[in-house]
Structure formats: structure tokens, C-alpha cells
């Protein structure tokens, strides 16, 4: 397994504050490699004072640690948080990207273009998902360095320490750190959460496992968390649909959820065994074997007009049954939302379980289930007939397999066979 690393070479001749040659890398993959305007030869190093960053680091660390993609667009105050080249400071920073999912860390670079104005061009395009404690033993051990008295970074290194310690203090601390790391998967800096939202989350965690309540701030983070979960719980308890998902939780079989594997590779495995057990190894899986799975009235997958939710929910009852709640009304958007909703039982036993555009990697396994249950690759190429389908094309595979076209260009773009943009590869890794 490769290892993060930011390594930083202080220069004994310069001055404390003075920038200094450091290299951030994942085993082969350099981030900071670049070129120099004007000259041929390639650097790994870029040159910078370690106490921007580390002060960065430090400023941001639980929401780079704990902080998802956000569901919809990438506001400003999150790259701020969360992109290296918004530290500036008059200093070239690579176009590094560090977010949080559960477990694991997401590291995209992009490079720049050719022609770009600037007194470097970086040239790594890149992404990557670590251990979160290979992110967080390279952190901390970059820290350290900076904050060591002998290293002799800065007139602030008696500041850096200072918040250094009261990190670690932090992180030793396990109710200090479920709260920071409430904050972050909410979108907020250490303390400016308000109190009683995070107490009104930890009940709802209390109440329904941790897990499941975390995945939900995450599909709707901010001031109105809590607001839009008590709602969601609400109207799925008072008029969600009866289900039971035990059966195909038991077709499933007992997947191994490796936090480094892709989450559509581990899906992909699954929905094919699931079609496989019940018969259906080609072509559509109709609304009555769809509605079988999760043992729910086959009219849930009509289109309706109903209450708009922020999100779909599964919400656990005191018998083995659940109630679903769905976010989509056309009738091709349920069957997927469906699909998500199986997927999600599958993954695990937890009693809530949002059903949301976010970018977790339980999310991320929701998606990719039920586009591989409902329209496996390999049959959408066995019905085109071609790999450089026209929108035609793309619009009877649709229709044939009863998916939305998202659903039939989202696996055409996952599997090569048409181009998507940076961001797209992001959000399905």
C-alpha cells in the first residue's frame, strides 16, 4: 500500500521564515511535481513556507479529515477548507483537493493547462483514496516537524505548538471528537456550530446508531440538519411504504466492504449475485420482481405527486419490516431510488438510512447498486450494439431497461465509453 507523505527540507543557512523545499506524495505520485516557465527540467519540490500550510492544516484538519464532497455545488467557504491552492499567501500551492468519506481520504490534483501564467505550472492529474490513519499519521507527523523547536520555522512556532497540542488534546478526547466531527460533516470550523444543533443531532444518533444519522447531516448539511431530518423521519413513519428487506439481504450474501476498494466495484459484485438469485441473469428486472426484492406494494414505483422530500429515506421499525420514503415521482427515478434503497439495506443494519445526491462512499455504493441490479454494463452494450451510441440510442436503452437516460449515460461515462469531466470521476470513485 502506498504511503502519504509531506516532507519539507529545511535549509540551515535561511531565515526561519524563509520558503523551503517540500514535497506532498502518495508512494509514486508526486503532487507538487512541476515546471518552471522558461526552463525543461521537472521538480518534485515546490518552494513555500512550511508554516502556511501547517497553519492551514491545523485550522482545517476536521474538516479534511471528516468533511464529504458536498451534495450539490462546491461553495466557495468549502475550497477554502479544502483546496491547497486557496492558501496563497503570494505562493504557488498545487491544485490539491483533501476530503473526508468515513474511513478513508480523497486526494484529487489537477494540473495546469500548458500556457498557464505563473511562476510554475504543476503537472499532476490525479486521484486517490487513502486509510484516514495514513492521512492522519502524514499529518501529524508533518506537524510535529514544523513545530519542532529545532527546526526553527518562524517567530510563531511557540502559536503552532500551542495548536498542535490542543489538536492531539482533542482527538484523545472521544467526545470532543464525535462534536468535531459532527461540525465538520455539517460544514462548520470547531465552534461555530450552534450548541443546540449539535445536541439535537446526538439525540437523533442516540436514537437511531450513529452511522445512519451521520450519513444524513452529510445529505443536508448546515443550519437545517436537524430540521430537515425530523421532517424526513416524520413523513416516513406517518406515510412511508411498508417493506422487509431481509430477504435480499440474505440473496446478498456477506459482501466484504473494503474502505480502500472502489464502492462501485463491490457493487457491481453484489447486484450481479442478486440477479442471479432471482433468475433474472438478462435484460429488465420488471416492477413486480423490483417490488419483490424489498417485499413493498409494486404501486410504490407509480408516479406521484406526494410530499417533496429533501431525500429519500429507509427508516428501521421495531419489527423486521421498514418504512421507504422516496425523494424522485417519475416512475423510472423510483425504480432507481428503490434500487438505492435495497442497496443501502445490503450495506448495512443500520435503522436510518438516507437515500441522497451526497458523496459518501455508502452513497456512492447505493448508486452504483442500482444502476448494476436495474441495467448492468455488460447488457446495456449487449442492447446498443455499439460504443459511440447517439442520444437515440441512449433514449431506447432507457426506455428498454426503465431507468432515467442519467442512469444509461452515468454507466456508459463509468465505464469509459463516454467522456466525463474531472469532478465526475471524483464523485464516482
Keep these: 500500500m502506498s504511503t502519504f507523505t509531506i516532507e519539507s527540507h529545511h535549509r540551515l543557512d535561511g531565515d526561519a521564515d524563509d520558503a523551503q523545499p517540500l514535497t506532498i506524495r502518495l508512494g509514486e505520485t508526486v503532487f507538487t511535481r512541476l515546471i518552471r516557465p522558461g526552463h525543461e527540467k521537472i521538480e518534485d519540490s515546490l518552494e513555500i ?9 491545523l485550522d482545517n484538519w476536521w474538516r479534511l479529515r471528516y468533511e464529504c464532497l458536498p451534495p450539490k455545488t462546491l461553495t466557495p467557504q468549502w475550497r477554502l477548507s479544502h483546496d491547497m491552492d486557496s492558501i496563497g499567501g503570494g505562493f504557488a500551492w498545487p491544485r490539491l483537493r483533501i476530503w473526508g468519506e468515513g474511513t478513508r481520504v480523497g486526494l484529487s490534483s489537477k494540473s495546469d493547462p500548458e500556457g498557464v501564467v505563473g511562476p510554475v505550472r504543476f503537472l499532476t492529474d490525479a486521484l486517490f483514496f487513502i486509510a484516514g490513519d ?41 467526545e470532543i471528537t464525535q462534536w468535531r466531527r459532527l461540525e465538520a460533516q455539517m460544514g462548520f470550523d470547531p465552534d461555530q456550530a450552534p450548541e443546540w ?61 473494503d474502505e480502500m476498494l472502489p464502492p462501485w466495484r463491490i457493487a457491481e459484485e453484489v447486484a450481479q449475485r442478486v440477479r442471479q438469485s432471482i433468475g433474472v441473469t438478462s435484460g429488465l428486472i420488471d416492477d413486480t420482481a423490483l417490488a419483490d426484492l424489498a417485499d413493498v406494494s409494486p404501486h410504490a414505483l407509480e408516479s406521484v405527486r406526494g410530499d417533496q422530500l429533501e431525500y429519500g429515506l429507509r427508516l428501521g421499525t421495531r ?98 465509453v463516454l467522456e466525463r469531466d474531472f469532478q465526475g470521476s471524483v464523485e464516482a470513485a
Design 49 to 57: 513556507p512550511p508554516g502556511r500550510l501547517a497553519y492551514w492544516m
Design 134 to 174: 495514513n492521512f492522519e499519521g502524514a499529518i501529524d507527523k508533518f506537524l510535529t516537524y514544523v513545530a519542532d523547536q529545532k527546526s526553527g520555522f518562524g517567530s510563531d512556532r511557540e502559536a503552532l505548538r500551542t495548536l498542535v497540542g490542543a489538536l492531539r488534546s482533542e482527538r484523545s478526547d472521544p
Design 197 to 257: 444543533l449539535i445536541r439535537e443531532v446526538g439525540k437523533f444518533s442516540v436514537q437511531y446508531g450513529s452511522t445512519g444519522i451521520e450519513e444524513a447531516v452529510q445529505a443536508h448539511p448546515g443550519i437545517d440538519a436537524a430540521k430537515v431530518l425530523t421532517r424526513e423521519i416524520k413523513v416516513t413513519s406517518d406515510s412511508g411504504w411498508d417493506c422487509d428487506f431481509t430477504s435480499v439481504i440474505r440473496l446478498a450474501g456477506s459482501p466484504t466492504f
Design 319 to 416: 419489527t423486521p419490516r421498514s418504512k421507504l420514503s422516496f425523494h424522485t415521482r417519475a416512475a423510472t427515478s423510483r425504480r432507481f431510488e428503490l434500487g438505492r434503497a435495497i442497496g443501502d439495506a445490503i450495506w448495512g443494519q443500520d435503522v436510518i438510512g438516507p437515500l441522497a445526491s451526497s458523496k459518501t462512499a455508502r452513497q456512492k455504493f447505493q448508486r452504483s447498486f442500482a444502476q448494476n441490479l436495474l441495467c448492468p454494463f455488460h447488457e446495456l452494450m449487449g442492447f446498443l450494439q455499439t460504443s459511440n451510441p447517439t442520444d437515440d440510442d441512449m433514449a431506447d436503452a432507457a426506455q428498454y431497461f426503465d431507468v432515467s437516460e442519467k442512469v444509461i449515460r452515468t454507466t456508459l461515462m463509468n465505464n469509459d
